[in-house]
């Protein structure tokens, strides 16, 4: 099983926009899963991660920011929605999910691994 992530594409700056990843052949309620983003030349960055089971969600520095995460627990796919869109946030989008309770998954979004990986989504913002 692989997560798959949809939803991105050419948007313009200020707009919105809503990103998918599907859990589909994964006990979804088990899992912790998170969004990142890499950006050509930079290094890859969490955004948000939430608990498949709970919903509880978690931000970097406690702060949601722009960013928001959600999930649909009976569609099995979890959700980035992404406001006030900038050219900065130009990036492939990706989700990961892992077996680690979110409490202690959340702290930390480089170490250790993800579990799995999806392929990513391409956002391109243009003014």
């Known amino acids: 099983a692989q997560p798959v992530e949809t939803g991105g594409g050419l948007v313009q700056t200020g707009g919105s926009l809503t990103l998918s990843c599907s859990l589909s052949?994964?006990?979804?309620?088990?899992?912790?899963i998170a969004w990142f983003r890499q950006a050509p030349g930079q290094e890859r960055e969490g955004l948000a991660c939430?608990?498949?089971?709970?919903?509880?969600?978690y931000y970097p520095n406690s702060e949601k920011g722009r960013f928001t995460i959600f999930s649909n627990s009976a569609e099995k796919t979890v959700q980035l929605r992404i406001d006030s869109l900038q050219i900065e946030d130009t990036a492939v989008y990706s989700c990961?999910?892992?077996?680690?309770?979110?409490?202690?998954?959340?702290?930390?979004?480089?170490?250790?691994?993800?579990?799995?990986w999806g392929r990513g989504t391409q956002v391109t913002v243009s003014s």
């Open positions: 990961a999910a892992d077996w680690t309770p979110s409490h202690l998954r959340c702290r930390d979004y480089d170490s250790p691994p993800w579990d799995y």
């Open positions: 052949g994964f006990s979804f309620e088990d899992y912790t």
């Open positions: 939430i608990d498949g089971g709970s919903g509880a969600t």
